[in-house]
Nanobody, 125 residues
């Protein structure tokens, strides 16, 4: 029962890049969004980038870019110029209830129905 599965995390040196992947199920709704979040130790979870099923995107952090491959049901998060403060567990999540576009008013539009298990990114020399 695959819903969302992240991969691509690891140990990276500062200045490096990573591309995280989020493989997701085919959802029955045509109106859904998938959002990348992260949570660092001792900090609140924060949203990073969102993409809708129609392809519209919303990024709220520099150095992060979201993209997708619809043929693979995969959403990617490209992270460039990694910094130690990017160390966190990165999650993807899906809002599948009539979420046609991504919006951000301090947080991305939820609630989120499905969450992946997360992938650890550690930035250290």
């Amino acid at each position: 029962q695959l819903q969302l599965v992240e991969s691509g995390g690891g140990l990276v040196q500062p200045g490096g890049s990573l591309r995280l992947s989020c493989v997701h199920s085919r959802f029955t709704s045509d109106d859904y969004i998938i959002t990348w979040f992260r949570q660092a130790p001792g900090k609140e979870r924060e949203g990073i980038s969102c993409i809708s099923n129609s392809g519209t995107q919303l990024n709220v952090k520099a150095r992060f870019r979201i993209s997708r491959d619809t043929s693979k049901n995969t959403v990617y998060l490209q992270i460039d110029d990694l910094k130690p403060e990017d160390t966190a567990v990165y999650y993807c999540a899906a809002n599948v209830k009539n979420a046609r576009i991504c919006t951000y008013y301090g947080e991305f539009n939820g609630p989120y129905d499905y969450w992946g298990q997360g992938t650890q990114v550690t930035v250290s020399s």
